[in-house]
């Protein structure tokens, strides 16, 4: 696939500004939408925007990723809904309740220096849009080499078991579902409700009735508050893999993953090539 050779910022010519108009959030238009969407975010715990990527770059953003994909570390694990490890719990506690996770990442470092997805991630209006939604003044793109933007990947069998997230926010784009699956699921905002496990515990057990099932299209960009959201990704059938990248920012400058954060997920911690940590 040729390089992009449009004038300007490649992003500008990816992002479907017309819709979206985040280039400048500090204009009338884009400050106004930045508003918008901010509100979204604290009313319903996540900011969707549906076809944020053109026809065309999708295209070209899902056939980088499709290629990368055999490169993907996988994991498969268990885990509670909280991401904890507990000890002496009782048997019905509902953190002593195993999930399964099977999915694999491409790292960072593995996406080439040309790609489109790295030139999206690298434009700072999208970065600073992100951090308007979030009503953070500053953000920052991770530094960590392996997890600044790294290529979610499910294939038959993957799947991500319910849980809150680690951290305050996810940033993640839709560039491939597949045949069968693959179904983003939550239930929002119920951490620190009073009957909070109580709730947990039925979703664990099946029971349907909060459930949400999010219209996570291809092109679609997502903001997501997973800390306070319990959420997974359903089972996945099939061949086609379900290709999603996660796009990942701080509010300090040069934060990173752990060395043992990155041997879970990647496989490795960098320090074989010498890369800074």
Same mark, same amino acid.
């Given at each position: 696939?040729?390089?992009?050779?449009?004038?300007?910022?490649? &992003?500008?010519?990816?992002? +479907?500004?017309?819709?979206?108009?985040?280039? +400048?959030?500090?204009?009338?238009?884009?400050? !106004?939408?930045?508003?918008?969407?901010?509100?979204?975010?604290?009313?319903?715990?996540?900011?969707?925007? /549906?076809?944020? #990527?053109?026809?065309?770059?999708?295209?070209?953003? &899902?056939?980088?990723?499709?290629?990368?994909?055999?490169?993907?570390?996988?994991?498969?694990?268990?885990? /509670? @809904?909280?991401?904890?490890? $507990?000890?002496? =719990?009782?048997?019905?506690?509902?953190? &002593?309740?195993?999930?399964?996770?099977?999915?694999?990442?491409?790292?960072?470092?593995?996406?080439?220096?040309? @790609?489109?997805?790295?030139?999206?991630?690298?434009?700072?209006?999208?970065?600073?849009?992100?951090?308007?939604?979030?009503?953070?003044?500053?953000?920052?793109?991770? !530094?960590? #080499?392996?997890? @600044?933007?790294? #290529?979610?990947?499910?294939?038959?069998? %993957?799947?991500?078991?319910?849980?809150?997230?680690?951290?305050?926010?996810?940033?993640?784009?839709?560039?491939?579902?597949?045949? $069968? %699956?693959? &179904?983003?699921?939550?239930?929002?905002?119920?951490? %620190?409700?009073? +009957?909070?496990?109580?709730?947990?515990?039925?979703?664990?057990? %099946?029971?349907?009735?909060?459930?949400?099932?999010?219209?996570?299209?291809?092109?679609?960009? =997502?903001?997501?508050?997973?800390?306070?959201?319990?959420?997974?990704?359903?089972?996945?059938?099939?061949?086609?893999?379900?290709?999603?990248?996660?796009?990942?920012? !701080? $509010? /300090?400058?040069?934060?990173?993953?752990?060395?043992?954060?990155?041997?879970?997920?990647?496989?490795?911690?960098?320090?074989?090539?010498?890369?800074?940590?």
């Amino acid at each position: 696939m040729e390089p992009i050779t449009t004038t300007g910022h490649p &992003a500008e010519h990816m992002v +479907d500004l017309a819709r979206y108009p985040i280039a +400048d959030i500090t204009s009338s238009n884009g400050a !106004a939408f930045a508003a918008k969407c901010r509100e979204q975010y604290q009313t319903t715990g996540l900011c969707m925007l /549906n076809g944020f #990527i053109k026809p065309e770059a999708l295209e070209r953003l &899902a056939a980088e990723a499709e290629g990368l994909s055999d490169k993907a570390y996988f994991c498969k694990s268990t885990h /509670n @809904a909280y991401l904890t490890e $507990e000890d002496g =719990l009782e048997s019905d506690d509902v953190r &002593a309740r195993q999930e399964e996770t099977y999915v694999g990442s491409v790292a960072y470092d593995l996406i080439p220096e040309g @790609a489109a997805l790295r030139a999206l991630y690298n434009w700072d209006p999208l970065r600073d849009f992100i951090g308007a939604v979030l009503g953070k003044p500053k953000l920052h793109r991770f !530094a960590d #080499i392996m997890g @600044a933007c790294s #290529i979610n990947v499910f294939k038959d069998g %993957g799947e991500h078991g319910w849980h809150f997230d680690e951290s305050e926010f996810t940033v993640t784009l839709m560039l491939q579902p597949p045949e $069968e %699956g693959g &179904a983003f699921e939550y239930v929002p905002q119920i951490r %620190g409700v009073t +009957d909070e496990q109580e709730r947990v515990g039925r979703i664990l057990d %099946g029971y349907r009735e909060d459930v949400v099932e999010l219209p996570f299209t291809p092109g679609t960009l =997502l903001i997501f508050g997973g800390n306070q959201t319990i959420h997974r990704v359903a089972r996945v059938s099939g061949p086609k893999k379900r290709l999603v990248p996660v796009l990942c920012y !701080a $509010e /300090n400058e040069g934060v990173t993953n752990s060395p043992e954060v990155r041997k879970l997920f990647w496989g490795r911690t960098g320090e074989e090539a010498g890369a800074p940590l």
